[in-house]
């Protein structure tokens, strides 16, 4: 910082007091020894744990791991990073390096990937609504209706009965049943029992009709 000095004009200063070099070589207790009043009261007085072999030893091994995570985390900067990579085996440089961490965000992925798409299958086993909705999607692309991407429930049962008028009564039911059990919520097992019936039915009429058309 600066400050104004009787002329001298502005001049910068430090406004910190100078360490000791005491402090630094023999460090803080040998420092205040003399003084005697640092933590006089206090349980913590350097004076009354000092020479408790035990406590200096956990004292230094803490001092070591703040040394250790300032070098290697706050401070890992270039040269910390070709001093670690000089220890490793062969020519590993920092394209090497880089190739490394590549490969292993690549694996992440594919694993998060994996993990995703099991997880999402293990749920479709466990609903069976679910379960009767791909049946029923499966079914619509083999008779030439394909579902697309956003399509709810009462718009396939409008594209199945554009495609297939005969089914259209049980396609109306089946959408309006399968909004009762998402947004409803006042579905039963025999429900599930009648969607299935209402997919065989709708198979059989279907069957009919191309046997007529024939």
């Not at 070709?82 to 085996?89: I, V």
């Not at 190739?99 to 994996?114: D, F, S």
């Not at 029923?136 to 692309?141: N, R, T």
Request: aromatic letters at 8%.
């Amino acid at each position: 910082m600066e400050a104004w000095l009787p002329g001298g004009g502005w001049v910068r200063v430090d406004p910190t007091a100078a360490i000791s070099p005491a402090r630094i070589e023999s460090g803080l207790r040998d420092a205040v020894a003399e003084e005697g009043s640092f933590l006089e009261n206090s349980w913590a007085a350097a004076r009354l744990h000092g020479n408790l072999k035990a406590l200096r030893w956990v004292t230094q091994q803490l001092d070591r791991m703040n040394y250790q995570w300032q070098r290697w985390v706050v401070g890992y900067q270039g040269q910390s990073q070709l001093e670690l990579m000089s220890r490793l085996p062969g020519n590993f440089g920092l394209r090497e390096l880089g190739y490394v961490t590549a490969g292993v965000i690549g694996v992440a992925l594919l694993l998060a990937g994996l993990a995703a798409a099991l997880g999402q299958k293990s749920a479709s086993q466990r609903d069976p609504w679910r379960r009767l909705m791909q049946r029923w999607q499966h079914w619509l692309s083999l008779q030439g209706v394909t579902p697309r991407a956003g399509d709810t429930p009462g718009q396939l049962a409008k594209r199945q009965a554009q495609r297939l008028p005969d089914t259209a009564e049980q396609a109306r039911a089946f959408a309006r049943q399968i909004n009762n059990h998402y947004y409803g919520g006042d579905c039963t097992g025999e429900d599930i029992a009648r969607m299935k019936r209402l997919l065989r039915t709708m198979r059989k009429i279907a069957q009919q009709s191309g046997k007529q058309s024939t």
